[in-house]
């Protein structure tokens, strides 16, 4: 049976207050219709262990130096995030590790949400510490001054690289893929394709180490 959610809001209030004196767990509210989260209340606070599909993650910047002006949204699996900003001012972006620590837990960086890159500055663009699932279609719409990006081919198929993924960005001259040689050569005539999307004939695919 499916329950309210601002009913469920409405009372989230008393059953906090109540849990917080006889020490039992209360819910915690996200989404539609559904209660996604249980967190055990102590002195009176509730804190969510699960974040909502699409629901915005908190974190703090001090253990996590290289995601400075970034923000994530959750997957709704418990265990992967999704990029969907980035510091705007920064000529160069690079990430230094493909996961996000929040508190205790590590969730991993596995996809990119179109508008990411919205006004961005910079030249270049490392993602490849992200094991990136797909390359979706204008994921780095924006980055208008890109001349390079580079990715990590190792979870990549040619099904999961859209042809558009990098279309009109006049600038990028060099588009960089870590992945081991038989990797690369499974989906090298896909990112070929994307290539040609960029408006920019001299934009070129290489594979690289590292």
Do not use: W
């Not at 699932?133 to 580079?150: D, H, R, S, V, Y």
């Amino acid at each position: 049976m499916k329950l309210n959610k601002h009913i469920m809001a409405m009372n989230l209030a008393a059953v906090i207050a109540f849990g917080a004196v006889a020490g039992i767990i209360a819910p915690s509210v996200a989404g539609e219709d559904n209660i996604v989260a249980y967190a055990a209340v102590t002195d009176g606070q509730a804190s969510v262990q699960d974040e909502v599909t699409g629901g915005q993650v908190s974190f703090n910047e001090k253990d996590n130096p290289d995601l400075k002006g970034c923000d994530f949204e959750s997957n709704g699996d418990g265990a992967t995030v999704t990029l969907t900003a980035v510091d705007k001012k920064a000529k160069k972006i690079k990430f230094k590790a493909g996961t996000l620590k929040v508190g205790d837990k590590e969730y991993k960086i596995t996809s990119i949400k179109k508008g990411t890159f919205k006004g961005s500055k910079a030249t270049s663009i490392d993602v490849s510490a992200l094991e990136l699932e797909k390359l979706t279609a204008n994921m780095f719409q924006g980055a208008k001054n890109a001349k390079t990006i580079k990715v990590n081919g190792a979870k990549l198929t040619k099904k999961s690289i859209d042809k558009n993924f990098v279309k009109g960005l006049k600038k990028l001259t060099k588009i960089q893929v870590v992945a081991k040689a038989k990797q690369f050569n499974k989906i090298k005539k896909a990112l070929n394709t994307a290539a040609k999307k960029t408006g920019n004939k001299k934009t070129q695919v290489k594979r690289v180490k590292k």
